[in-house]
């Protein structure tokens, strides 16, 4: 997955890894890890944070279903009571997911963030820092009539803005949805070039869930990413927490690191 962060007239793009190499690593590592004093297995931690961080396939790997252009208008579900579950949830669909996260994997969600909390009470008030926004940033091919990027934007009922000095069109859309997998959608259009999610600059808090075999009620395993001090620039200070949350509720953190200069407080 590509994220595209708009800073003035500078574009930058990040890619994450594929999760065929993840489940290779995966293999081996939950298998054991090295011991650090103070900590739990820290291979096995270092590596549920970059499945957590990295992995954007889960429930939902056939895919979104294939949108006609010019077809009726989308209907958008009504938003979640909890935005922050909504979002993290649409992040796990990743590229391959639907465009709408399920009620049941926002409600596991929500109610896992909830037992991490009062788990771990330092991350009480550290909110998710989403990893885009409900829009995409699209190159177009002026060569190519534009009839059915028009239709889609009109479908989805998105807003668009030409920065034709740049030669980027910004598509937002009304509400939250899974933009990674819209990429693919817009990408398979004629006209459309390149089509990438807008992504957030800065951010402190990063909340992410893999689960093995996509399993709403199984095991999940969470990273989270604690961050303070100019988080505009990437955080001075960051604590890095790993935990496994199981489907009956039981919350074990399986890891925790901190990085950072004197300045920063010790969570240990």
């Known amino acids: 997955m590509k994220r595209t962060l708009l800073c003035g007239a500078l574009l930058i793009s990040a890619g994450a890894a594929t999760p065929a190499v993840l489940q290779n690593d995966l293999d081996g590592t939950l298998a054991g890890g090295s011991t650090t004093a103070g900590t739990t297995p820290i291979g096995s931690a270092t590596m549920l944070a970059r ?26 579900p009504p938003p979640a009571a909890n935005g922050e579950a909504e979002q993290i949830a649409l992040e796990m669909l990743g590229p391959f997911g639907g465009l709408f996260a399920p009620p049941d994997l926002i409600a596991r ?50 807003q668009v803005t030409e920065l ?16 990674e997998a819209l990429e693919k959608i817009y990408e398979g259009l004629p006209e459309v070039v390149s089509a990438n999610p807008s992504g957030i600059l800065g951010g402190a808090n990063f909340w992410s869930a893999f689960s093995l075999g996509n399993d709403v009620n199984g095991t ?45 407080a010790s969570p240990f």
């Open 220 to 264: 999940w395993f969470w990273s989270v990413e604690d961050g303070s001090g100019d988080c505009q620039s990437g955080c001075i200070c960051r604590t890095n927490y790993q935990f496994t949350v199981t489907g009956a509720g039981g919350v074990t953190l399986v890891g925790m690191t901190a990085s950072g200069g004197s300045s920063c």
């Open 164 to 179: 034709q000095v740049i030669g980027f069109t910004i598509v937002q859309f009304p509400a939250r949805i899974n933009v």
């Open 51 to 76: 499945l957590a961080r990295s992995s954007r396939a889960m429930f939902g790997l056939s895919g979104p279903a294939a949108v006609d252009p010019c077809g009726p208008g989308q209907v958008y």
């Open 109 to 158: 969600v929500e109610r896992d963030l909830d037992l991490i909390r009062t788990s771990q009470p330092a991350l009480a008030g550290q909110g998710h820092t989403p990893e885009w926004e409900p829009a995409l940033i699209v190159m177009l091919d002026p060569g190519q009539a534009r009839d059915d990027f028009d239709c889609l934007n009109a479908s989805f009922g998105a």
